[in-house]
C-alpha cells in the first residue's frame, strides 16, 4: 500500500478481523492502506445501527466503522484505535447500503490507517476471517494495491487483502504450500461490494467470498 498516482480513488468500507476459536501469537501494526493510486476507506457513523450491531454480535477482535470526525480511528470491538496520516480526509459519504450518514475517510498516495501492533491469533484461535466493503473508481497499475494488511515487511506479513491490476481479489495467506490465491471474479469499477476473506487453521483452507457468495476456495496450508 504504497504508491503516488491519483487519478481517482476506491472506496473500503467498514473493516472487520475476526480470530476463530491454539494458534500462535500475530502482535503487528494493522494498516488501512493505500497502494498504487489512492483509497477512499469507508464505513459508516459510530452510532448503534442493525449491520453494526449485527457484526458486534460476532464478537470480531477489531471492527473499524470509519465514521470518525477525526482521529482517533475508533475500534467499535474492543480498543484498537487507529490513526490516519495527514493527508487523510475524514466524513467522506458512506458505503454500506443500508446505514446513512457520513462515514469514510480519504487517503492519498502513501497515506493510511495504522492501528499498533494487537493480538490477532489468540489462544484456542482455529482461524481468521477479515470482512470489508469496496467500490473501485479506478483500477490500480503496476502490482496493485493493499486493501488492508498486516505486516511488518515484504516477506512477514499477515492478513494481507490486494486488489489486482485486473481488479480481481488477491488475499494473501503467507502458508505453505500456497501463499495467495486470486479471485474468479473481476470487480466492476464504481459498484459496492462486500468482500469476505478467510482461513480456516485445520483444513488449510483459504476462502474469498463477494457479496455473500463463494467466490473461490482452495488449500493454502496450515501454518
Do not use: C
Not at 36 to 45: E, N, P, Q, R, Y
Not at 119 to 144: C, D, H
Amino acid at each position: 500500500m504504497s504508491g503516488k498516482r491519483v487519478p481517482s480513488a476506491s472506496r473500503k468500507g467498514q473493516s472487520v478481523v475476526t480470530a476463530r476459536s491454539g494458534g500462535t501469537g500475530m502482535r503487528r501494526a494493522l494498516s488501512l492502506w493505500v497502494a498504487a493510486f489512492g483509497i477512499l476507506l469507508v464505513g459508516t457513523t459510530a452510532e448503534a445501527t442493525p449491520y453494526g450491531d449485527a457484526v458486534l454480535a460476532d464478537s470480531p477482535l477489531a471492527y473499524w466503522r470509519l465514521g470518525d470526525a477525526g482521529n482517533p480511528v475508533v475500534d467499535s470491538a474492543d480498543s484498537h484505535p487507529g490513526t490516519a496520516d495527514a493527508g487523510g480526509v475524514f466524513g467522506q459519504p458512506g458505503l454500506v447500503p443500508t446505514e446513512g450518514g457520513d462515514g469514510a475517510i480519504r487517503t492519498v498516495g502513501n497515506d493510511r490507517v495504522v492501528v499498533p501492533g494487537f493480538e490477532k491469533f489468540p489462544g484456542g484461535s482455529t482461524g481468521y476471517t477479515v470482512e470489508y466493503w469496496l467500490n473501485i473508481n479506478s483500477v490500480p497499475a503496476g502490482i496493485g494495491f493493499n486493501i488492508v494488511g498486516d505486516g511488518q515487511s515484504v516477506g512477514d506479513f499477515y492478513l494481507m487483502n490486494y486488489l489486482l491490476p485486473n481488479s480481481h481479489i488477491r488475499p494473501h495467506f503467507l502458508g505453505q504450500p500456497t501463499v495467495s490465491i486470486d479471485s474468479k471474479r473481476a470487480l466492476t469499477t464504481g459498484v459496492p461490494y462486500y468482500v469476505v476473506t478467510t482461513w480456516d487453521q485445520a483444513s488449510g483452507l483459504g476462502s474469498i467470498y463477494i457479496n455473500g457468495i463463494l467466490d473461490k476456495h482452495q488449500v493454502v496450508g496450515t501454518n
